[in-house]
Nanobody
Framework: VQLVESGGGLVQPGGSLRLSCVAS????????MGWFRQIPDKEREGVAG???????NYADSVKGRFTISRDNNNQMAYLQMNSLKPEDTGVYYC???????????????WGQGTQVTVS
């Protein structure tokens, strides 16, 4: 399975972006899908995850602003990001993993990432 992200870019504070991730290869419907981000000078963090049954979890820093969704038929995952802040700037990675303890942080497959810049 390969993951390819798209939708990153430059946006002003308060703006919105929608990230997309397409999975090719084996079916991914039985796995959770997630989004991580790497912010400069900070550890990589899990942003959001969605289980195969639609259950979701979010980092406290993005709750109420970001929404994760998935389309199993088309092997897609999305991250709708609203009310973006400069501190959201970073590289965003799509992941596949095993749902554990209410999150998809146990990722075992990563995309190459897409840059999001809020300035």
């Amino acid at each position: 399975v390969q993951l390819v992200e798209s939708g990153g870019g430059l946006v002003q504070p308060g703006g919105s972006l929608r990230l997309s991730c397409v999975a090719s290869g084996d079916t991914i419907s039985r796995y959770c899908m997630g989004w991580f981000r790497q912010i400069p000078d900070k550890e990589r963090e899990g942003v959001a995850g969605i289980e195969s049954d639609g259950s979701t979890n979010y980092a406290d820093s993005v709750k109420g602003r970001f929404t994760i969704s998935r389309d199993n038929n088309n092997q897609m995952a999305y991250l709708q990001m609203n009310s973006l802040k400069p501190e959201d700037t970073g590289v965003y990675y799509c992941t596949i993993g095993d749902w554990d303890a209410g999150s998809c942080d146990a990722a075992f497959l990563w995309g190459q990432g897409t840059q999001v810049t809020v300035s």
